[in-house]
């Protein structure tokens, strides 16, 4: 697809470190699957994926976490 943000690049698959904050919080979750900008980096997250890094997100959050990094492991 092309991107919507530089309207010059195009997506292909890969993976990219998403930063959640929240308050005092800080998460990254690292390898999760996306369709990257070749040109300017921008990523784009599937609903699914989506979903998945804001249940992580929230898990460390009510947990407590002030700095979490996190390895997404998506199902095959």
């Known amino acids: 697809m092309d991107c919507v943000l530089c309207k010059v690049g195009t997506t292909e698959k890969g993976h990219v470190t998403v930063t959640l904050e ?19 980096g921008h990523y784009y997250l599937s609903e699914a994926i989506t979903a998945q890094v804001l249940l992580k997100g929230k898990e460390a959050i009510d947990k407590g976490a002030e700095l979490e990094i996190i390895k997404l492991k998506v199902a095959s």
């Open 22 to 40: 929240k308050g005092n919080s800080i998460i990254l979750i690292k390898d999760v699957p996306a369709e990257v900008c070749s040109n300017c």
